[in-house]
T-cell receptor, first 110, second 115 residues
Framework: LAKTTQPISMDSYEGQEVNITCSHN???????ITWYQQFPSQGPRFIIQ???TKVTNEVASLFIPADRKSSTLSLPRVSLSDTAVYYC???????????FGTGTRLKVLA | GAVVSQHPSRVICKSGTSVKIECRSL??????MFWYRQFPKQSLMLMAT?????????EQGVEKDKFLINHASLTLSTLTVTSAHPEDSSFYIC???????????FGPGTRLTVL
């Protein structure tokens, strides 16, 4: 079973901020939370990774509350090219395996 | 970020033949690599974990004799689909674990079509 749960789909408009929340109730003490973006017929692309609190890079921010049972990926001012599937992943302690959930299919509208 | 390559990007073969897919970590060493397959409109499904210098660990339901995995060096893992059948047609994606930090980087994928 996937360790994470996300909304299956979301729609947004260009220029808006998009927040995608992921639930990972059984996250282990050592687990990191990593987000990926996937376009059709391509491998997932690393977006951002965090352990706790807030992480920001040039493309996104990741918010992780103190209990770490959820996380929120924030994409500022999305464009049409951000239309993709976004996956939240938590590695399995000891084996480092990723079990993919459904991901969130984001559609950005003009 | 770290770069992972796959070769070939696309392959078409006849039923009954074998196909080898290479996965390379270009700018880091990876003791652990993973192989996934993905059907259209579906999520990635983990097939096996590949550890350098040891036998791969296969997920339940994945035939180890059909999907041969070799991880002979810290930068190369190969997946060989033996005696391919049309139902093996899929998108195969590898990932390599970079540590520290503990992050997986994915290859661009290989589209396999078995006729």
């Amino acid at each position: 079973l996937a360790k994470t749960t996300q909304p299956i789909s979301m729609d947004s408009y260009e220029g808006q901020e998009v927040n995608i929340t992921c639930s990972h109730n059984n996250i282990a003490t050592n687990d990191y939370i990593t987000w990926y973006q996937q376009f059709p017929s391509q491998g997932p692309r690393f977006i951002i990774q965090g352990y706790k609190t807030k992480v920001t890079n040039e493309v996104a921010s990741l918010f992780i509350p103190a209990d770490r049972k959820s996380s929120t990926l924030s994409l500022p001012r999305v464009s049409l090219s951000d239309t993709a599937v976004y996956y939240c992943l938590v590695g399995e302690s000891g084996t480092y395996k990723y079990i993919f959930g459904t991901g969130t299919r984001l559609k950005v509208l003009a | 970020g770290a770069v992972v390559s796959q070769h070939p990007s696309r392959v078409i073969c006849k039923s009954g033949t074998s196909v080898k897919i290479e996965c390379r970590s270009l700018d880091f060493q990876a003791t652990t690599m993973f192989w996934y397959r993905q059907f259209p409109k579906q999520s990635l499904m983990l097939m096996a974990t590949s550890n350098e210098g040891s036998k791969a660990t296969y997920e339940q339901g994945v035939e180890k004799d059909k999907f041969l995995i070799n991880h002979a060096s810290l930068t190369l893992s190969t997946l060989t689909v033996t005696s391919a059948h049309p139902e093996d047609s899929s998108f195969y994606i590898c990932s390599a674990r970079d540590y520290p930090p503990d992050t997986q980087y994915f290859g661009p994928g290989t589209r396999l079509t078995v006729l």
